[in-house]
């Protein structure tokens, strides 16, 4: 552990250096939390084209790595200035995961931006206001939607369960053949673990919505002690590439993906056709990624330019939807003239607007949300 | 004189002691503060060491296997390939050997668990191999990306590393040690077991523990080859951290894990102290 | 063949070769010792004695030919199925063991029950005085007391062939000589069958049975030690044996006999008759423990004297050295009789001193540098 936090100590010495480095006023610094793709997608695709609408500005891009975990790091770094009373923060725009978006708006880290540019109207969907039980109103623009769902070899399994419950008695008349990472592995086993408690726990929208009351865990020990019994005939995969490995081998016939990297695997070739989608009742959540403003930033003019342009609906179904299979940060409406019918048709194939807007549900709260995933190490994998 | 006898030396190694310091004494130092504050309230107390428990009782037990399992091993084929390289046997094979047995040491372990996720996997190229030899019927093939996939990872990588100090401390013993054993009627079994070994145990030794405290430390092979629980404890670490932001019980994980390589250590160098030679 | 136990060969090497890659050590080299033998194997480094040795052990792979012992063919057993033990020049004691498992290891590795191998090391270590070392890590032994684990170690096992590496070039001068003569006692207590490698000729001359010297690969002499050294067969023979003065005289055969002569001087001297030699020039060897000095212009009976002068004079003890030179060529000859520098002086050679050949090619150095050892051979006389 202390090597863990030893190297993120050095990474982010490194990363500091490196980002003062040019302090002129035409610089911007933006950091992504995320898969490497994340800021591949922002220094080769959204970098080039902020500065050719605006000459003479360098754009520095930096990935902290996937998961909360990368996240985490943004927060850590901005924590770390925030304590020292720092003038300006050497981050401009960060893209963040929901729960880190409410994390930095309760530590006051964050510009209310929202209204100040053009394209904050273009969202209504609830995820820009409520982050995990947090207030993020006007200090968030969602950057992408990003949903879990069930894949499942339709090869394999004819009639794929359509539920929770069905996917409970399948998994018993088909034991190994259901698989998912656990917890630990990555965050699409996790959302399987959270969809199971939304639907055996109860109270599922006080999870989503709060306020927090632990006297609510207590209530899903039967869930937890269900899911125990259920894993003992599910296979474990090594972690959210993992499950599609298996899928794309056989190895399984059903496991939660996230959408966005089943059809960029999908489009790769690296799945076979035959792998489909279906969001189960009563659902599973999903999380949008934010860009975010820290309220000390040096560019701060510059950052809301580029968040505008981010959240333009051109960029929005060039970028997010027609190269990344990700689900539009605005409301999708504000997209239909940019977008062609059949890249439309493509994302929303398996699992229609309709299933999305009825299923796709919020994680959790936070306190719920690690209440959760500790339950599950203590009940469940212990 | 005493400029250059006493101020100078500590002068020249201060760069260094400052580098260790900082770089190491104090984000150890930090670690282990970490580790007895309670996360919720910040006071001092043994809170975060009773989750860790409660927690992840289990996910220690495995460690302990694993790694103890995975260095036994690594020990045993660390001594069969260097005694294969001295004893010799088909020069040919020697040399091919001799050139084959040092490529893991140029792979990083999560390169290596990458590799294993394809090679090990149920349909993977390990069965696939298996299943066109003959050796095994396509239905029996099973997954290995479990716990002896973390094995056979740790082992594959690791022993490179103990067999390349292993056999250098067999190349550079007396020849005529091993001539004179056979000489008089000793099987290269016997030789290994009763000459060679017992003369390199201090390098098995070194080799083993080195590799104990390496496995303690990697994240990505239980990561990527295993299936999440149980786990190893650095998965567990990481976990605490990166989901609840929780650096206190990450710290009690690794200050246990701290105390699992000191315990080694220390039986280690009692034993190097009782036998009265170097350790 | 002489041997002291019977005629019959023992250990039989027959067409022997060995070689490493494009290198080849031994040329079909034959060779029989017998039972209770001795022998030396003496020769310069890179002679293929020690590849001998090694082939014979078994730790070297052989090319062609046979090894036979007592009849059996061992040409391609593995070392450890040859009952042979050998005493390595490194000791290569096992520095994890006491001097009791050391010694004992060879009679474990048999099976023999514990108490039989204890009995049996303590015989051992009783023979060879280390009873009191018995319990005694090797590591912390003297130079002169691992030698004698060393031997023991490899006695204990009752080999059929002991094989000595160079066991005493590691003593110090002193003990060497002791341990000679202890070395052979115990080999003829034992009545064992030994082949000694060594480079030094003292050595092997005490210890052997027979010599048999090597030169590149091959055999240049096998006899005894006082046939070898009073009769080489070849001048590499003679040379290595310690004749290495070399000087060129005119041959004349007389009445089965040869007479030789220096160029330009009056004296000659009476050998008998060398095969292939007949008149002309011939090189003859000497050793310069054999060569006295005489008067100038002295004319000695059946030997030759080479005149000369003295160009220094040193005392070593017992005898003065005298640096003479004589027809070209420099030598250092003992003597009692005190003489001055400059002095013109005669080299007197007895004819039984002389080791004659055919003349091709001096060897280059005009230094005879070997130490003089003091008493002469005595019994060459009587062997020419």
Known sequence: MRLTRLMSLVGAALAANVLTAPAGAATLNVVTAGDQNMADYVRDYLGPKFQKDNPGVTINVFGTGPGDAGSQKIFEKLEAQQKASTATYDIDVAVVHQKMGGQMVEAGMLEPYRGKIATGKLVSRDTAVNALGVNVDGYVMPMFHSQTALAYNSDLVKSPPKSYNELKSWVQAHPKQFGYNGIKNGMSGVSFVVGWIYAYGGNADKLMKGPYDKAVEASWDKAFADLKEFNKNVTFTPGNAGTMDMLNRGEIAIGPVWVDMFYTWMADGKLPPSVKLLLPEPGMPGQPMFYVIPNKAASKDLAMKFVELATSPAVQAEGIVKRFNWYPGIDAEHLKGSLDQAVWNKLFDDVSPQDLAKKGQPFPIVPYFSAITEGYEKKVSN | MTFRTRVL??????????????????????????????????????????????????????????????????????????????????????????????????????????????????????????????????????????????????????????????????????????????????????????????????TVAVGMILSLVTILSVLSVPLMVGTGSPTMLTVDMAFRINSYGDYGVANALGFLTYLLAATVAWFYLRRGVSTGGTP | MRAPGSDESYLRIAGLTVGYGSTVVLRGLDLDICRGELVALLGASGCGKTTLLRALSGFIEVRGGRIEVDGRDITRLPPERRNMAMMFQSYALWPHMTVRQNVGYGLRLRGLPRAEVRERVDGVLAMLGLSDFAERMVDRMSGGQRQRVALGRALAVEPTILLLDEP????????????????????????????????????????????????????????????????????????????????????????????????????????????????????????????RLCAGDAILPDGLVLPGVISQRTYPGGQFRYMVQSLGRTFLIDDAEARDVGAAVGVYLPASALHVFPAEGLPDDAVAASSPVSKECSSCASLA
């Open chain 3, 168 to 291: 005493l070039s590691n003593l110090d001068a002193k003990i060497r000589h002791q341990v000679r003569h202890d070395l052979k006692a115990i080999q003829q207590r034992l009545g064992i069958t030994a082949v000694l490698v060594t480079h030094d000729r003292e050595e092997a001359m005490i210890l052997a049975d027979r010599i048999v010297v090597l030169q590149d690969g091959g055999i240049a002499q096998a006899g005894t030690p006082e046939e070898v050294f009073c009769k080489p067969a070849t001048a590499f023979v003679a040379d290595f044996m310690g004749a290495d003065n070399a000087i060129e005289l005119t041959a004349e055969p007389r009445d089965g006999a040869l007479v030789l002569r220096v160029p330009g001087a009056s004296s000659e001297a009476v050998v008998a008759a060398v095969p292939g030699i007949g008149a002309g020039a011939v090189r003859a060897l000497f050793r310069t423990q054999a060569a």
């Open chain 2, 9 to 202: 030396p500590l002068v020249l190694t201060l760069p260094a002691l400052v580098v260790v310091a900082v770089l190491f004494l104090v984000p150890l130092g930090y670690s282990l503060l970490s580790a007895f504050e309670e996360t919720e309230t910040g006071e001092f107390g043994f809170g975060n060491f009773a989750k860790s428990f409660e927690f992840y009782g289990w996910d220690m037990l495995f460690t302990v296997i694993i790694t103890g399992l995975a260095t036994l091993l690594i020990g045993a084929l660390s001594i069969a390939i260097g005694g294969y390289l001295v004893l010799g046997g088909h020069p040919r094979l020697v040399a091919a050997m001799r050139w084959l047995y040092r490529w893991p040491l140029f792979i990083p372990f999560i390169v290596a668990a990458q590799c294993m996720r394809t090679f090990l996997a149920k349909n993977g190229i390990m069965n696939n191999l298996l299943v066109t030899a003959g050796v095994i019927e396509p239905l029996s093939a099973q997954s290995f990306l479990d716990w002896r996939g973390i094995l056979f990872t740790f082992v594959w990588k690791q022993t490179a590393f103990a067999a390349l100090l292993v056999s250098g401390a067999m190349a550079s013993l007396d020849p005529a040690t091993i001539e004179a054993a056979r000489n008089l009627g000793a099987g290269k079994l016997r030789v290994l077991v009763e000459i060679i070994v017992p003369q390199v145990r201090v």
